[in-house]
């Protein structure tokens, strides 16, 4: 079997600086620090709620974020409750492997690798896209479609698992087995209408 690998999508963005905008960032910046200084808030608050509802063109996920990977599972958190995966699609399904969204049109930092002893890339978790380079996941996720721990000894200890699906897996098989190019993106758009925090 070929060896198959989670690799980021380039948004084919510019990462240059631009000095205006960059100026405009300063500024805002200024004005929201000064905002939270007024009100006696140092910085917005993640939810505490733990469970993560994608509303997809085909259906609903539900994934229920996990508590030993506090830096990747707040990261997903804050970038929910952000809005960011809002009107983004699923860019990569393969069959038989995995599907992967969170394809972002902004720069987000990238976050540190977490592994552990329960880090299983099996049926129905979802785990963090990467580059071929330590701590380079950011907002792009995939969920496991099958059993991915046996594809490869190295495949766990890359890619960090943050949650399952406990609601959805027949909306996940049914993304992975729409037609695609030759790069894995479908041919019809499979969209990330919106994603939500729940309880």
Request: hydrophobic content about 40%; charged content about 15%.
């Amino acid at each position: 079997m070929p060896k198959r690998k989670v690799r980021k999508h380039s948004t084919g963005k510019s990462r240059k600086p631009i000095l205006i905008a960059g100026s405009i960032v300063v500024v805002a910046a200024a004005i929201i620090i000064a905002a939270y200084s007024m009100v006696g808030t140092s910085s917005p608050t993640i939810s505490s709620k733990n469970k993560v509802v994608l509303i997809t063109s085909m259906g609903n996920i539900v994934i229920k974020l996990r508590s030993d990977m506090p830096i990747t599972t707040e990261n997903f958190k804050n970038l929910v409750q952000q809005g960011k995966y809002d009107g983004t699609n699923f860019h990569r399904v393969i069959a038989d492997f995995m599907i992967q969204g969170g394809a972002i049109n902004a720069s987000i930092p990238s976050i540190p690798d977490e592994f552990g002893n329960n880090n299983h890339n099996v049926r129905g978790t979802v785990a963090m896209a990467k580059t071929d380079q330590p701590n380079s996941a950011a907002s792009q996720f995939f969920i496991n479609v099958v059993d991915n721990s046996n594809r490869s000894s190295s495949f766990d200890s890359t890619y960090s698992v943050f949650g399952d699906v406990i609601t959805g897996m027949d909306v996940v098989d049914a993304i992975s087995n729409v037609a695609t190019d030759s790069n894995g993106m479908p041919l019809q758009p499979v969209t990330i209408i919106a994603a939500q925090l729940v309880d």
